[in-house]
């Protein structure tokens, strides 16, 4: 049973720059070496104090010896990739490598400190959800700043959104935290109405920037994370059925009003190519077809389905399906990985191509940490999930509702994005952990 006790000022340093931390894991600033991220140096601020504390004997790394061995296990199947990739190819790219290592320590240590802080303070659940929800209100003043010059890469190019995370699908994926705890909370308002229009704006508003984005894989995971949360309102709220119906159909209506906020559809070209001189179209992707469609324009006198089919570089969708088949020879090759950076060791584009990484979590678990970090992560998820699912407090609609709708809806858009380096993913996971815990708890303490 978790043990709760007043935290040292050491320890409320730490939870208060692990919350800064949070709160700004979706920006990034441009720096000397492509873009930095305020949240990294929070972070590591608060980890000092979490080592201070440790040294001090006010916290412990092993009081919780289960969490300790599963990031030590990951750190370890992540080396042994590493050091797998350079006997076989003889070379070990440095800086990638350790930039890619930094990037997964980052992710490891806000995950340990949420569920490490989390036994000192309950509260901290509840105010990190808070803190996630900061996008709302900084991406509109950034905005604001970017109309009178001061902010210049809000926008991937001129057609698409992509808020302060400079990649518009990497921004959808995080974005969808924010939006599915509005719906949250409209759902759990029930009949109140003193905030619910604020609440309604407010989603309506994440919704649109999602599609701004023009991110197919955050358009995808955003519907799918409805979906689900919508099924366990439905399946789980103790409101009367007509009221559930009322609220469910004016979320299902609030949605098209996403369109709102998205600007006019204009064809944008980038700038002429080197060997043609001609024009390249900008790859608007699917907020192109959807904002044709809201303006009424033809488009060739084609059916919705065709055009959507036929939008410049939708069919390929960047060659990732050649990049899934390229990638499975490599993990053939080596079932235990290449570790954090593998792209800059292997290169699944082929011959002449640049190096990228593969763009689906499952592949990047299989590249990076091998056939056993594969295993023990859906293994140990899978078996997470089914454990919520029979728990007690799952029939009565609550917030680990809203959080596993978060985090099937971020690992569905992951399916073509690499997101084992993004803090989100594992602040989600870990919120998982804390909730269940706390609550399994509360019950034994009564």
């Known amino acids: 049973m978790l043990q709760y006790s007043s935290m040292s000022k050491i320890l409320k340093l ?29 972070l590591f601020i608060s980890f000092i104090f979490i080592i201070i504390a440790i040294i001090k004997k006010q916290i412990s790394f092993w009081e919780d010896k289960k969490l300790a061995k599963i ?38 240590i806000i995950f340990f400190e949420i569920i490490l802080l989390s036994q000192q303070d309950k509260t901290i659940f509840k105010k990190s959800l808070l803190c996630l929800m900061g996008s709302l209100v900084i991406i509109p003043i950034a905005y604001v700043f970017q109309s009178i010059g001061l902010v210049d890469y809000l926008m991937y190019d001129p057609s ?9 699908n990497y921004f959808a994926n995080f974005q969808i935290i924010p939006t599915l705890l509005l719906l949250f909370y409209i759902m759990r308002a029930g009949t109140q109405t003193k905030y619910k229009a604020i609440l309604y704006i407010g ?45 469910a159909l004016s979320i299902i209506m ?34 192109n077809f959807l904002l044709k469609i809201k303006n009424n324009e033809k488009v060739e006198q084609k059916s919705r389905v065709e055009t959507f089919a036929s939008v410049p570089n939708l069919v390929n969708g960047q060659d990732r399906l050649g990049i899934w088949k390229r990638s499975l020879y490599f993990i053939l090759k080596n079932p235990f990985g290449y570790g954090p950076g593998y792209n800059s060791i292997i290169n ?21 940490g091998g056939i056993l970090l594969f295993i023990f992560f859906n293994y140990y998820f899978t078996k997470l999930l089914l454990e919520i699912y029979k728990s007690f407090y799952f029939k009565n609609f609550n917030e680990m509702h809203a959080l596993i709708a978060i985090i099937i809806g971020i690992l569905t858009s992951g399916l073509f994005l690499d997101s084992i380096p993004e803090k989100w993913v594992w602040i989600i996971i870990a919120f998982i952990i804390v909730y269940d815990r706390q609550i399994n708890d509360n019950k034994m303490a009564v």
């Open 14 to 42: 730490s939870q208060f720059f692990l919350l800064a931390s949070i709160t700004t894991t979706f920006i990034k600033i441009p720096s000397f070496y492509q873009y930095y991220r305020i949240a990294d140096l929070l």
């Open 71 to 108: 990031i030590l296990f990951i750190i370890g199947v992540n080396i042994f990739g590493s050091i797998l990739g350079l006997l076989i190819y003889k070379t070990f790219p440095l800086q990638p490598v350790i930039l890619n290592y930094a990037r997964l320590a980052s992710c490891l």
């Open 160 to 168: 698409r959104f992509s808020g302060l995370l400079v990649d518009p």
């Open 203 to 247: 989603f309506v508003f994440s919704v649109s920037i999602i599609l701004w984005s023009g991110s197919r894989s955050g358009i995808l995971g955003l519907l799918v994370s409805i979906l689900i949360l919508l099924f366990f309102f439905i399946r789980f709220s103790k409101l009367p059925k007509i009221k559930i119906a009322i609220i």
């Open 254 to 287: 609030a949605l098209p009003l996403g369109f709102t906020f998205v600007p006019k559809y204009k064809q944008i070209y980038r700038q002429p190519n080197t060997e043609t001189s001609q024009p390249q179209k900008s790859s608007g992707q699917i907020n």
């Open 348 to 368: 699944i584009t082929g011959e002449g191509f640049n190096h990228r990484v593969v763009h689906n979590f499952e592949l990047e678990l299989l590249l990076q």
